[in-house]
């Protein structure tokens, strides 16, 4: 199999899944964009275009780079045929904020910068940073734009295969810098959160990438099969998979009473409840774009006795300034809610309200969220020789 160059999404889908490497570089099947994915193309579209603008400007942007950047996004959401209406709003609001905090001091090194290049060990590696700014003269950052709602901690940057391979790319095209800061900017809950590489890392992941290349390269796509796991519900290649199909066909979900299942069986349970979960969900995602391309075309579906109709919840907004020259003052605060983000912001201007604010912080929880881990054997052989410690004492 000829792969032209390894990126980080071609390494992932490696270490999860062979035959998604052979799906995607060797029968160049196409992935299938949904919603999400369409508007993180215009949303970066939009930033790409909007950065460029203000570069040539050199200036804090006024109304018209707001509309300007704002028609980029609507002309690429079209485009990509993102048929949602409230992406379109999302998509409005994250470029309005990104605008909003935009700092025309920063130094940009280059934006959307295209690498195809090889490592010193004869890698070729592929991808695209979203844009690159010089902190100082031994620095860079390396930025990358997300649009999903919820942000790596800093502990899962530490081994995110794109920050690595950024801070791998940049240290062999931009030398002069001897630290890279490899940030990933999360535009719609404004919040941004960084990390780096040590030089032994960099050299472990140069030693991974050559592992990962010559592997990639062996692979006989007559013989590599499908490896089922909990991302198969969101595989682009799923329709085309005969492991999948298998796996689909052989789901046969019994409810046995949950009051008579031992631990090791409600387990069990628990995994495939959630395998099922995911299949059916991703089912329902396939089944509400097709339900949208048709109703796009003006065709309804329906049958003798039912038909598929929407209906769309509307949200409405409005602007601080708008509402203030309108409510009573002295009304104002029983209508305004802080805005958490924002103050975040603010407090880095003011950090002298940092401790005030915080005696008056109400923290709340969300309802807690299960997940199953597998125990390693010598962490539950420690669990053991504690319980047995304790129940000698
Ligand atoms: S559906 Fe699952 S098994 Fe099939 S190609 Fe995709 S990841 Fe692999």
Redesign the pocket.
Known sequence: MEIRGLSATGIRDFL??K??VV?RYDREIPSIKNDHARIGIAVHEALEQFTRRMLAKKSFPDSSDYEFAITQFMNCATEEGLGDMGFYADGKQMITEFIDRYDPSEEIVDVEHFFKIETPDGVPIVGAMDKVRKLNDDTIEIVDYKTSRNAMTAWQLKDDIQLSMYDLAASIIWPEYSNRVLTLDYVRINKTVSSYRTSEQRETFREFLVSVWHQMNKLDENEVR????N??GW?D??TY?P??AEFVKSQDLKLTPLAEMDNDEFLEHWVQVSDMKNTLESRQREMKMIASEKAVQGESISSKDKELYTTQAARTNYDVDDVAGIIPEGDLLDVLAVNKSKLDRYLKERPDLRDSLSRVAKVSYNAPVYRVKEIKNNEKDANDRSDSDTNAA
Do not use: D, E
């Not at 499908?226 to 796991?229: A, Q, S, T, Y």
């Open positions: 999860q899944c035959l998604k799906f499908g490896r089922i796991n991302l198969c595989c290649y799923k998979c492991a999948y």
